[in-house]
């Protein structure tokens, strides 16, 4: 409630195939978001609650002997799903995150030696706590490159935030929501917004911001070209999302924080407040980048 860009851009993620993470203080509505998703689609959900001693294994699945049959049978972890939930990412180690990698980039798991294709579609939503709060793991860079978007919520104004109380009076609202749309209906919405057309003029202006980015004197590290590639993606789905047939300069200046800030690193060993400061050059970049007639 009160958040529209919020729910807007992660139906971007999900109509691109790409992926989102939410980032922000705890009792926000990270969590309601995705769960609100999950329930206005009919398609399989499933959510994981990550821990410190949390093991790869506990996600991917893993094989399981059966000495009647004198074999090993691979048991399917909760990364077999349609919609998948990770619910603060950043509690469990890094050698944890990455059993997420492929599967966000590939849509596969290997498992020992054999490779398992997911089902499609294949959306994750994680959920991470500022890097600053305990108990957290910073994600690693190319943990980070795998989401196609990371926004954060806020809070909401005190009049929306009146409204959420009143509605919260007889339960979850979430468990009111009926579902929208099944997985062939959203598989077919994916497939249309390839079809979404970008004019050249806008390919360029897209290029222009992420060299301008890999030139900056505050960046060590600009976009890559997956991360253009991403906004480009994320451009027609936005489009797609407001019902157009064809993208505008305007979507390359909404996507872009969103989709590249957490892509670039910046200057300096402190990591606190670094991810705000990538915002805010991504912000001079676009503002400095002229736009095509």
Same mark, same amino acid.
């Given at each position: 409630?009160?958040?529209?860009?919020?729910?807007?851009?992660?139906?971007?993620? +999900?109509?691109?195939?790409?992926?989102?993470?939410? *980032?922000?203080?705890?009792?926000?509505?990270? &969590?309601?978001?995705?769960?609100?998703?999950?329930?206005?689609?009919?398609?399989?959900?499933?959510?994981?609650?990550?821990?410190?001693?949390?093991?790869?294994?506990?996600?991917?699945?893993?094989?399981?002997?059966?000495?009647?049959?004198?074999?090993?049978?691979?048991?399917?972890?909760? !990364?077999? &799903?349609?919609?998948?939930?990770?619910?603060?990412?950043?509690?469990?180690?890094?050698?944890?995150?990455?059993?997420? +990698?492929?599967?966000?980039?590939?849509?596969?798991?290997?498992?020992?030696?054999?490779?398992?294709?997911?089902?499609?579609?294949?959306?994750?939503?994680?959920?991470?706590?500022?890097?600053?709060?305990?108990? &957290? #793991?910073?994600?690693?860079?190319?943990? +980070?490159?795998?989401?196609?978007?990371? !926004?954060?919520?806020? #809070?909401?104004?005190?009049?929306?935030?009146? *409204?959420? +109380?009143?509605?919260?009076?007889?339960?979850?609202?979430?468990?009111?929501?009926?579902?929208?749309?099944?997985?062939?209906?959203?598989?077919?919405?994916? $497939?249309?917004?390839?079809?979404?057309?970008?004019?050249?003029?806008?390919?360029? #202006?897209?290029?222009?911001?992420?060299?301008?980015?890999?030139?900056?004197?505050? @960046?060590?590290?600009?976009?890559?070209?997956?991360?253009?590639?991403?906004?480009?993606?994320?451009?027609?789905?936005?489009?797609?999302?407001?019902?157009?047939?064809?993208?505008?300069?305007?979507?390359?200046?909404?996507?872009?924080?969103?989709? @590249?800030?957490?892509?670039?690193?910046?200057?300096? $060993?402190?990591?606190?407040?670094?991810?705000?400061?990538?915002?805010?050059?991504?912000?001079?970049?676009?503002?400095?980048?002229?736009?095509?007639?």
């Amino acid at each position: 409630m009160g958040k529209p860009d919020a729910v807007q851009l992660t139906t971007v993620a +999900l109509l691109a195939e790409g992926h989102i993470l939410l *980032e922000d203080a705890p009792g926000v509505g990270k &969590t309601s978001l995705a769960k609100a998703f999950a329930k206005s689609l009919d398609c399989q959900f499933t959510r994981l609650q990550c821990t410190p001693d949390m093991l790869p294994s506990d996600i991917l699945g893993s094989s399981v002997w059966l000495p009647g049959v004198g074999e090993f049978e691979f048991r399917r972890g909760p !990364i077999f &799903t349609n919609i998948l939930l990770v619910d603060e990412i950043n509690r469990t180690t890094p050698r944890t995150q990455s059993a997420l +990698l492929e599967a966000m980039n590939e849509q596969q798991v290997s498992v020992e030696g054999h490779t398992y294709q997911l089902d499609r579609p294949f959306f994750v939503m994680a959920t991470q706590n500022p890097f600053e709060f305990e108990g &957290t #793991y910073a994600l690693p860079e190319n943990q +980070l490159d795998r989401f196609m978007l990371c !926004i954060d919520i806020g #809070y909401p104004e005190t009049d929306i935030e009146k *409204e959420i +109380l009143i509605s919260h009076r007889d339960g979850e609202p979430v468990d009111a929501l009926e579902t929208v749309l099944d997985a062939t209906q959203l598989k077919e919405l994916q $497939l249309h917004v390839r079809d979404i057309r970008v004019d050249d003029a806008i390919n360029d #202006y897209m290029l222009n911001i992420v060299a301008a980015s890999r030139n900056h004197d505050e @960046l060590a590290i600009g976009v890559s070209t997956r991360g253009a590639i991403t906004l480009y993606r994320a451009t027609q789905s936005l489009a797609l999302v407001e019902d157009r047939e064809f993208a505008v300069p305007d979507d390359v200046k909404k996507l872009a924080v969103p989709v @590249l800030a957490h892509r670039v690193l910046c200057r300096g $060993l402190i990591r606190e407040g670094q991810r705000e400061r990538a915002k805010n050059i991504i912000r001079q970049i676009v503002e400095n980048t002229p736009v095509p007639d």
